[in-house]
């Protein structure tokens, strides 16, 4: 039983959860935000700027209540750039000297998220934090057994709105 993720966010995260864990079952939703999650596709330029305009209406949205950007480690530095660029004030709670988990808008790696919540979550790059680049980085993002799981974890993270942005392909079909 789910208290916390909404039915919306359940059914896509099932799909996630179907791959990377075929013999568990999904938890049983026990209520609905209403909020249908958001898929949303761009070039890799835009992506910056995207996920910082996903991010203001997300803020909006749930004003006073917390939203987090959640992404592979290797883009938090970008991430946390542009979201600075836009004014949105981004904190990265592992930073002992900031405001940490009560911040408004928080930047965390998909794979630190294990336990935690927010009111909404704008996960970025999904077929990048369910995978692993071959040595050389050269070829397409692979997904892993576990690189889904931490997927389907970012994925449970809001207790109202998901959105997903991305620029490379989807690690599995959300359609």
Known sequence: VSYRTP????????????VAAPGISPPRPVR??????????????????????LAREEIAAVSPGRVAVLGPSVMLPELIRA????????????????????AGLVVLPAD???????????????????SVRDDAGEGPPVATTRGLRTLYVAFTRPTKRLTVVHTEPLPIDLG
């Open 112 to 130: 630190e998220t294990n336990g935690l919540e927010f009111d909404s979550v704008v996960v970025v790059e999904p077929s990048l934090v369910a």
């Open 83 to 102: 979201l600075d660029e836009a004014g949105l004030d981004p904190i990265d709670p592992r930073n002992p000297e900031g405001e940490g988990l009560a």
């Open 7 to 18: 039915a919306e966010v359940v059914a896509l995260a099932s799909k996630v959860l179907a």
């Open 32 to 53: 609905q935000s209403g909020q249908t999650p958001r898929l949303v596709s761009t070039s890799r330029s835009a992506l910056p700027g995207t996920v910082a305009q």
